[in-house]
């Protein structure tokens, strides 16, 4: 009884002991750095203790719950080979019930409606005919040969990695999103197309 009495006493003291070695530290005592959060001087200093640590994903991987990874990276200042090889990409949402294409009209009109419009008419409150804090027209979407004409997959890059003035809308929305609404974008460029048809079909008839 008294050695145990003893051993329990010495057990739960405040001795302080001196710790064993550790085989592998780095995964023992992690290092307390936010991913994405580290800026290149800090990169810089780590590498000059020998800690290779780029907080950034290995290039390749997907992020867990991923639906439609998008395989083509972003063009480096000056090359557009990635933007052009984009064309060939269909958009692998092929129709939206009732439900999914409100919700894609909804995730337009919160996230590019300021710029493109509402209306899919490059008038939105940022422009506002002009008078809009942004001085240059946003791109007609539906109205304009240009962008009726620019393939899914190519549009897909420009909101993934951002074009001319817009920024990417890769952090506002993952890649399901992103298709929903360029589904949506395609889709009123189509009954834009077939509203002016009829128009012209009425017109010569007259």
């Given at each position: 009884?008294?050695?145990i009495?003893?051993?329990i006493?010495?057990?739960?003291?405040?001795v302080?002991?001196k710790?064993?070695?550790v085989?592998?530290p780095?995964m023992a005592?992690s290092?307390?750095y936010?991913?994405y959060?580290?800026?290149e001087?800090?990169?810089?200093?780590?590498?000059?203790h020998g800690?290779?640590?780029?907080n950034l994903?290995?290039?390749?991987?997907?992020?867990?719950?991923e639906m439609?990874?998008f395989?083509?990276?972003?063009?480096?200042?000056g090359?557009?080979t990635?933007y052009?090889?984009?064309?060939?990409i269909?958009?692998?949402?092929?129709?939206?019930?009732?439900?999914q294409?409100?919700e894609?009209e909804?995730?337009y009109l919160?996230?590019?409606g300021?710029?493109?419009?509402?209306?899919?008419?490059?008038n939105?409150?940022?422009?506002?005919g002009?008078?809009?804090?942004f001085?240059?027209k946003?791109a007609?979407?539906?109205?304009d040969?240009?962008y009726?004409?620019m393939?899914?997959?190519q549009?897909?890059?420009?909101?993934?990695?951002g074009?001319?003035?817009?920024?990417?809308?890769?952090?506002?929305?993952d890649?399901?999103?992103r298709w929903?609404v360029?589904h949506?974008i395609?889709?009123k460029q189509m009954?834009?197309k077939?509203?002016?048809?009829?128009?012209a079909?009425?017109t010569?008839k007259?």
């Open positions: 009884m008294i050695v009495a003893v051993v006493i010495v057990s739960c003291s405040d302080q002991r710790p064993s070695r085989y592998m780095d005592y290092r307390a936010e991913t959060s580290v800026t001087e800090v990169k810089d200093s780590l590498k000059k800690i290779n640590f780029s994903p290995v290039p390749g991987t997907i992020k867990r719950g439609f990874p395989a083509l990276l972003k063009d480096k200042d090359d557009s990635n052009v090889a984009s064309k060939q269909p958009n692998p949402i092929a129709s939206l019930d009732s439900v294409s409100v894609s909804r995730l919160v996230n590019c300021i710029c493109h419009g509402p209306k899919l008419d490059g939105g409150p940022l422009y506002k002009g008078e809009g804090p001085p240059a946003p007609t979407l539906v109205g040969a240009k009726e004409a393939p899914a997959g549009m897909f890059y420009s909101v993934t990695y074009k001319n003035k817009m920024g990417s809308y890769a952090s506002q929305l890649t399901r999103q929903m360029i949506y395609k889709s009954a834009g077939a509203g002016s048809s009829n128009s079909d009425s010569a007259k």
